[in-house]
Structures are given as C-alpha cells and as structure tokens.
C-alpha cells in the first residue's frame, strides 16, 4: 500500500487531502480526512476509529445495548487502507483524494462487525470448493428536488432543460435520459476517475429514477467497493447539480421503489462457469444454488430491507417479490434467470432495496447458494405467468413488515452459521433500536385517520 500511495502523490503533486472511509453497519460511509503530510503514517500504522462506528444506528447515534459505547470506554480500533482504492475525487476542488479503510482489532484479527470482513469470509467457503462467484451489481436511485413539498416529503426536480417537475411514469425513456443527461455524463466521468465499472444507464419507472449497471466482476469484494464508491459518486455529483440523490427503496408512495439487484455465477478452477447449459434453467449446479438461496431468503429479510421505509416497496404487482420463488426471465420472482447465452448463465437476486448494504446483501446471497451447492438440493418448478397470482402464490411467503423480519433474523441458525452469533445480535440490536425509535413517532397520517373518528 505504501507504493501505492507514493506512486500516486508524484502523479499528484497538488494533493493536500485523503478522505478515508469506512463503510458502517448501514453502508453509510464514515472516517475522517487526513493531511497528505500525515499520510505515510496512516497508511502504515492505520487510521484509529471507535468500535462504537458499527454499533451506530443510521442517523449515527450509538446504541449502547450493543456494548460497544460506554460499556468498552469507546474504544478505538486501528483501520487499516485497502490496495487499489486509493482514487481521485473529481468533484472537489481542493485536491481531495479517497481510500477505503477497513476494521481490526489490536492484534490483526478482522473486527467482527465490519461487513465487509463477513463477505470475506463467506468466499472462503469458495474457496475451499476450489469455486469463484462472479457478480455484478444492479442500483436503482431517484434524483430528487433539494427543497421538499408542502408535506415535506421528496418532489421530482425540475428538469435541467424543461423546467418542469415531472411525475409521470416512463420505464426506458429516451427523452428522460436526454433531460438529466448532464448530470448522468459527470457521473460517468467520475465513475471512470475513481475506477467504478457503470456500464450501462436506464431511465426507470419513477420521474427522476434510473438504474446504472455495474460491470461483473470475479472479485465479489472489490464489486461492492465499487458499488459503495458508486452511491458516494451518484449523491456528491447530484449536489454539484443543485439536486440530491436518494438511494431510499420507496421516496414516493405512488411511485416505483429503487432495488440492488445481484447478478451471481460461479468460475470453476478452470475458469468456467458451473451454471452454463443449454437448457433455459441452467445446470444442475444452478438449480442447487437456487434452492440454496430460496431456502435462506426468509431468514435474510432483515438484510435485504434494513430501513422502515425498505418495507413499502413490498407490494403486489410493483416488480418486487412477495414469496421465495425462482423463474426463468420473470421480473416478478425474488430469484430470476436472465436470458443469456449459455456462457453467460447466472442468476439475479431481485429482493434487497437500495438501501441495503451491499457487503451484507452479497454475503448473505452466495452463502445461500453455497449451502444448495453443498448441499445437493433442488428447488421446486419455476413460476410462470403472474408472479403475483396461480402457483407463485404456493411458494413460502416472505416477510413483509420489519419486526417479523428482525424476529426472524434474531433467531435464525444460518445467520449465526454464516456472520456468527456476535455480528447476527449487533445487527439485531441496532436495528431493533431504530425500530423503536422509528415506532414512537406519531405521524400525519394517523392523526388524520383517527384523531377525529376515535
């Protein structure tokens, strides 16, 4: 890393700053910037921060029930840089750079709550297999106005070229892309400074939403560093556009929600993909990966929707799944087999929100279709027609509200199998809290519903 560093201040020789971030509990980035005096220092010996930084909830207050606050005197942990994420940030004007750091403790060991050293560990079970997960990460956002409605509540931006606030409806809209294609170029040109592989962008269902999709990838970590350094790009450049970005699952009541997709394959030692065949469902390794994953959905609600608002996106006929169930080219299913070439064979995870962490999120997915593999197992037919309606419905039912899905979590064996019985309480703990914060409110709506009629 000290190469790495040196090598980029003599390209950079007007660097006065690094930010460096670690990616919490929520995949809200956090750190602090250093002085690029100080940065040979750091880099060697680390970057001190709380444990307490992964016992926050996501407004980044500590949950004390967690034991990493008060209880341990706040202690301070070293953060040690990742190679190869040391990048420009090309929206500052002040000669800022950017690394990602991650947890230890004292002794070297990973911290147990850093996410990002869950995911690590899941692909060692690849590993041992003598197997590689290839993935590629889908993310849906909304541009949304910087001052809010009468309510409060998020508004479509005016357009940059019309001035109009739209809120229309419009999947695939070319005029759309034309309307925000300013903004969408600087994201790009940002992507490619900082090494973030967009390959490709869609207007979506909602007015001011749009998809990008990232470039797959046989390094599953590395993937979700680029998917974090992506929503980092996405909010910053927005703001230089006078607009803020959201990756909020549903800002809007009447409006698509936002989803992470994960697109997953799996290289064999040779290098060739385990789920390539002919037939539309794949090899038998694929349909052992699916009853895998379907068999450890439930289980994993809690990570796929983390946030209050991550449960309104669950709603019939809204392109997100209600039942653990696969299908071959149906966007209504939690799991979904693209049309490809048989090279290209693989299998999309359609479940989590946007909001969602995407080490937890790919932690979680390749550990259940570890377990198919393992295990040998089949899932049931593949739904066809109305996802909502017929034989879908036959499938186990998701959760669909956040305390059955923490409920759930809280006990779950795979959950402490796969992030272990210290990480799956944090987790618990943590959001718990936030859910009786989130509970205690008393709203608008409820006023309205009740205050005169009771």
């Known amino acids: 890393m000290q190469l790495e560093l040196q090598d980029f201040l003599l390209q950079r020789p007007d660097l006065r700053f690094i930010d460096l971030l670690l990616h919490d509990l929520h995949g809200v980035s956090r750190g602090k910037r250093i002085d690029v005096a100080a940065a040979a220092d750091t880099f060697t010996r680390g970057l001190l921060l709380p444990g307490s930084m992964f016992g926050m909830d996501v407004q980044g207050g500590t949950v004390q029930a967690t034991g990493l606050g008060f209880d341990e005197g706040d202690a301070d942990r070293p953060c ?28 070297g060991r990973p911290f147990f709550a850093d996410p990002r050293h869950l995911l690590t560990q899941v692909l060692a079970g690849f590993t041992r297999l003598g197997l590689t997960p290839v993935i590629a990460v889908e993310l849906e956002f909304y541009l949304v106005d910087r001052e809010r409605d009468a309510l409060g509540l998020p508004q479509p931006p005016r357009g940059p070229l019309t001035g109009r606030r739209e809120f229309r409806t419009q999947i695939n809209s070319m005029t759309d892309l034309d309307e925000y294609s300013a903004v969408l170029a600087d994201i790009d040109m940002a992507c490619r400074a900082q090494r973030v592989p967009a390959t490709s962008a869609l207007a979506e269902y909602g007015p001011g939403q749009f998809e990008v999709n990232l470039a797959h990838s046989a390094d599953a970590l590395g993937a979700c560093d680029e998917a974090m350094r992506f929503k980092r790009i996405v909010k910053s450049v927005a703001r230089r556009h006078g607009m803020d970005a959201t990756f909020l699952a549903k800002p809007y009541r009447d409006m698509a929600g ?6 997953v394959s799996v290289l064999d030692a040779a290098g ?15 349909l052992h990966a699916i009853a895998g994953t379907l068999g450890t959905m439930a289980d994993g609600m809690a990570i ?15 392109y997100v799944p209600l039942t653990a169930a696969w299908s071959i080219n149906n966007r209504g299913t939690a799991l979904r087999i693209p049309v490809s070439d048989t090279a290209n064979r693989r299998l999309e995870h359609r479940v989590a929100g946007a909001d969602a962490n995407p080490y937890l999120v790919t932690a979680w997915v390749l550990a259940g279709m570890l377990e198919g ?3 040998g197992q089949l899932p049931p037919p593949p739904v066809e027609g109305n996802a909502y309606h017929g034989q879908s419905t036959d499938a186990p039912a998701l959760p669909r509200h956040w305390p059955l899905a923490l409920e759930r979590f809280a006990t779950s064996d795979f959950a402490a199998r796969t ?6 309480q944090l987790f618990t703990t943590v959001k718990e809290a936030e859910l009786d914060a989130f509970s205690s409110h008393v709203t608008r709506l409820e006023c309205d519903l009740y205050l005169s009629a009771l």
């Open 373 to 375: 593999l393992e295990a």
């Open 80 to 107: 040690l840089p990742l190679p190869g994420t040391l990048v420009d940030v090309p929206w500052q004007d002040h000669g800022v750079a950017q690394a990602q750091i991650t947890m230890h403790e004292h002794d």
């Open 304 to 318: 796929f929707a983390p946030t209050a608002n991550a449960w309104r996106r669950f709603r019939p006929e809204a």
């Open 419 to 424: 992030f272990g019985p210290a990480f799956r």
């Open 258 to 263: 936002s989803g992470l997709h994960l697109h």
């Open 272 to 286: 060739q993909n385990i789920f390539a065949d002919e037939r539309s469902h794949g090899s038998e390794a694929l």
